[in-house]
């Protein structure tokens, strides 16, 4: 149960072995059933795609990013809609990040890949030099300097509490520091408790915004757990979060996000899990991979995001259940079947995949279109039946089946 009068969350099928179960968020703007995965519309849109369609593909929440839409077009004209929903016309439950990701991207991780594996990478490959980066960060917060025109902008926690308020999200996530998994073990240990002081600052905020805007939908918090690869940090991040109340009330779930190697993950995410409270939901931010869908949910995530599935699909990138595949090399130039052999999405069902090779080849927008709901759908609907799978009892052997065929090409 969330401390929100609008937000709940309860607990359905257990995993026999692991803390990993299905369950339901109840939100103003309808319900999501767990495990749920969240698709990604960064700017208010979830690119090439129309809301209605991504609707159709089955998807159950959008999410969004705070820092991009306070940018352009401001979080007030936003919040002059009515909320992310009435703006973007989307009628299900939304979610909206705090800008924390943007801490490290334009920050120590500018221009450069967020490492989920640090074998032969070096922190000139991670991290990028102190005159580089487009944010900085001190305890109040995080100036940063705009991509779209330079500005200097100041986002401390409540900053980002005032502009997720005003994109009206149902689920917003506190102001947290990311690191990457190159950061030193000290400066990781000093952006935990940073995090920390950060999240209790959101909750003050929260409330006394929640009181202010009493005319609009009620909207859940959760913290966010850092700690990188760290056993002790993330366990002492999760009782930090878990303790905090201010006014009586606590987060209403929790987002595990921060650095961590691809192998690690379930491991982490089971950390989590054992330290966080059973009542209340978990989100792993920026997962898509069918095996690192697979790992979180046996360890204990109940939704996730990720960009992955539309930014891969807008290069020609195709997700099958044999496997990713290249759509514009020239094998598939007079291929006259579907994207995949049997898959329900529209782009299968009324288009050969020679007809979008051509879209590709052509340079044209509508290539882009039809592979982002082929591969929206394939996530969504793995990750449903994800979800039967547990409720059936057969989460075991479905991962084993699908992943043994997924991989099999390797």
Known sequence: MGDRPGFDFTVGTRLPHAPGR??????????????????????????????????????????????????????????????????????????????????????????????????????????????????????????????????????????????????????????????????????????????????????RAHGELTRARADRPDQALFGVVQGAQYEDLRRHACRGLASLEVDGRGF????????????????????????????RPRHLLGISEPDDLFAAVEAGADTFDCVNPSRVARNGAIYTADGRYNLPTAANRRAMGPLEEGCDCLTCRHYTRAYVHHLFKAKEMLGATLATIHNERFTVRLVDAIRASIEAGAFEAFRAEFLGRFYARR
């Open 22 to 203: 299905t369950g339901v968020i109840r939100t103003p703007h309808g319900t999501i059933r767990t495990p749920a995965f969240v698709v990604v519309g960064t700017k208010a849109t979830v690119k090439s795609l129309l809301p209605e369609t991504v609707a159709g593909l089955g998807a159950q929440a959008v999410l969004a990013n705070a820092y991009h839409l306070y940018l352009q077009p401001g979080s007030d004209l936003v919040d002059a809609h009515g909320g992310l929903g009435a703006f973007m016309n989307w009628p299900g439950p939304t979610f909206t990040d705090s800008g924390g990701f943007q801490v490290m991207s334009q920050g120590v991780g500018f221009k450069k890949v967020l490492a989920m594996d640090t074998a032969g990478v070096t922190a000139s490959d991670v991290m990028a030099r102190t005159g580089d980066r487009m944010a900085t960060v001190d305890e109040d917060g995080v100036t940063f300097k705009s991509f779209l025109n330079g500005d200097l902008h100041r986002f401390t926690p409540e900053v980002s509490m005032r502009v997720q308020h005003e994109l009206g999200a149902d689920i917003m996530f506190a102001f947290d520091e990311l690191t990457t998994l190159l950061d030193a073990r000290a400066y990781q240990e000093a952006s935990v408790e940073r995090t920390h002081r950060w999240a209790e600052r959101c909750l």
């Open 252 to 279: 209403d779930g929790y987002g595990l996000g921060g650095a961590l190697e691809k192998e690690n993950l379930g491991t982490i995410v089971r950390w989590c899990a054992e330290e966080l409270p059973e009542d």
